[in-house]
Nanobody, 124 residues
Framework: QLQLVDSGGGLVQPGGSLRLSCAAS????????IGWFRQAPGKDLEGVSR????????MYADSVKGRFTISRDNAKNAVYLQMDSLKPEDTANYYC?????????????????WGQGTQVTVSA
């Protein structure tokens, strides 16, 4: 059973940056696409970004394109989400998730394993 541990959230001012991390506990991220999702209070879960198992393919929601960058270090068994130029509307609980799939997807219900979430708050 793959367990994911996401971390790196916090309070940041608008325009600031944070880097989220997703690590595997008791397993390996090898062979899995990894997605980042977020959920703000009263809103649905939203797909933010996804990276392929090799790291060669990425996807981004329109709302974060040009500001967020997803990457992975398979040697360290970790995936990262670098978030720059943060806006108040980026405030949410962020989750990483893993899926084995030949088809790129950011549909939450298709992901198999989930982290516990890390809170990101963007506020002055």
């Amino acid at each position: 059973q793959l367990q994911l541990v996401d971390s790196g959230g916090g309070l940041v001012q608008p325009g600031g940056s944070l880097r989220l991390s997703c690590a595997a506990s008791g397993g390996t991220l090898d062979g899995y696409d990894i997605g980042w999702f977020r959920q703000a209070p009263g809103k649905d879960l939203e797909g933010v970004s996804r990276i392929s198992e090799s790291g060669g393919g990425t996807m981004y929601a329109d709302s974060v394109k040009g500001r967020f960058t997803i990457s992975r270090d398979n040697a360290k068994n970790a995936v990262y989400l670098q978030m720059d130029s943060l806006k108040p509307e980026d405030t949410a609980n962020y989750y990483c998730a893993a899926i084995r799939s030949p088809i790129p997807t950011l549909t939450a219900r298709e992901y198999t394993y989930w982290g516990q979430g890390t809170q990101v708050t963007v506020s002055a």
